[in-house]
């Protein structure tokens, strides 16, 4: 194919070849530094990363009669996972983010029973999800490397070069979400008739940092009219596309109550008539 020259009207580059006068200067600040060429009589550049995942688990369940009417009812689990993370000094396509997932659940549930046709069942349950995402810093982003550019504290370099290859370095972030709910529900049988009363309260958090796209995500594409090859545009620096945003920062808390009432009427043994609301 041929290249054209986007800084001479789209002239034909001489013998095909782009002169090193248009090189782009941090093109070539990461091909020095963190884009490995393959190996001699190959086309592509092979990497392996490290598998060092440690997940542990732990489950406890205690079921009790405490009286002949009165049965409880506890359960804990947890699930802590830990990954170091890793970035080769000479080889960015091999990163991998630091993370740290802790999974946490706690329900505890009485039932009680009044009488032989009327019951009464109380639950409590929290859940708490935690996902910390590091990844190993490159010790220059985009702007250190010679871009007229923002960077914050935490560089990610992002080059997804169409056809040839995709480099990120990994954004940070951390997701909690959290849930305590507490519900009760009296259950009533008399003759064809099974009535359920009840209600739940609830309590919820979810907070996110994350600086996704906050250092910006270059693109490459042959179709942009430059060199009409994505990685010569590459190395002289035409991207195609370009996206960065300010993150995303959420701290979202919601709080409810539910309430509702149902009868389920057995018409026949064949035939039973479910009415309720809901609130």
């Known amino acids: 194919y ?55 688990q732990f489950l406890a369940r205690g079921d009790e009669l405490l009286t002949d009417k009165n049965h409880f009812m506890g359960r804990f689990f947890m699930s802590r996972a830990n990954q170091p993370g890793f970035l080769s000094p000479t080889d960015y396509f091999a990163t991998l983010p630091g993370a740290i997932w802790q999974n946490t659940s706690v329900m505890g549930s009485d039932t009680y029973t009044i009488s032989a046709n ?10 708490r999800t935690n996902n910390t995402n590091t990844p190993i810093y490159p010790p220059k982003g985009v702007a250190a490397l010679g871009s007229n550019y923002y960077n914050d504290k935490m560089p990610e370099i992002y080059y997804d070069v169409s056809g040839y290859f995709l480099l990120d370095t990994n954004d940070t972030n951390s997701f909690l979400r959290s849930e305590e709910q507490y519900s ?29 796209r906050a250092n910006g995500y270059f693109s490459f594409d042959s179709s942009a009219p430059f060199t009409g090859n994505s990685l010569a545009d590459f190395l002289i620096g035409k991207f195609s596309n370009l996206e960065q945003g300010v ?6 808390i919601l709080n409810h109550v539910d309430l509702f009432a149902q009868d389920d009427f057995r018409i026949t043994h064949r035939l039973t008539l479910t009415l309720g609301l809901r609130w």
């Open 247 to 252: 993150g995303e920062y959420k701290n979202t």
């Open 118 to 127: 009327l019951v009464n069942q109380a639950l409590v349950s929290y859940n």
């Open 2 to 56: 041929q290249l054209y020259d986007p800084f001479q009207n789209g002239a034909p580059y001489l013998n095909n070849q782009i002169p090193m006068s248009e090189f782009n200067p941090v093109s070539l600040a990461s091909l020095n530094t963190f884009i490995p060429a393959p190996p001699p009589g190959t086309d592509t550049v092979s990497f392996a990363l490290p598998n060092d995942l440690t997940d542990n």
């Open 184 to 212: 009760d529900t009296v259950r009533w049988t008399k003759g064809k008739h099974s009535v359920s009363i009840g209600g739940d309260v609830g309590h919820g958090v979810g907070n996110i940092v994350n600086n996704y």
